[in-house]
């Protein structure tokens, strides 16, 4: 099994900044992507931001230019600094991490967070 605990929600004043921080434990042998989605209340999940292990980066037309995706591959740990911020940001922000358990395995197996709430007042 895999554990992902985020930290670094809060509550913020637009223009203002946060930083998110997702760490995965467990059986892991490798992560490939990680990445951070959000869900406002009523709407869908939406994309945020990705990361491939190579430090490839997808971020959503709502965030480019403000947020930026980082990772730790020792620490298993991947960061979403988020920056200027706006009150449409706010919602809770899981954290998603693709991993493989062992050398062995063939498949990879898509692992969520408990979510963190982000919530910026005008």
């Known amino acids: 099994q895999v554990q992902l605990v985020e930290s670094g929600g809060g509550l913020v004043q637009a223009g203002g900044s946060l930083r998110l921080s997702c760490a995965a434990s467990?059986?892991?042998?490798?992560?490939?992507?990680m990445g951070w989605y959000r869900q406002a209340p009523g709407k869908q999940r939406e994309l945020v931001a990705t990361i491939t292990s190579g430090g490839d980066t997808n971020y959503g037309d709502s965030v480019k230019g403000r947020f930026t995706i980082s990772r730790d591959n020792a620490k298993k740990t991947v960061y979403l600094q988020m920056n200027s911020l706006k009150p449409e940001d706010t919602a809770v922000y899981y954290c998603n991490c693709t991993v493989k358990p062992y050398s062995s395995s063939w498949n990879e197996y898509s692992y969520w967070g408990q979510g963190t709430q982000v919530t910026v007042s005008s």
């Open positions: 467990g059986s892991i042998f490798s992560i490939s992507t």
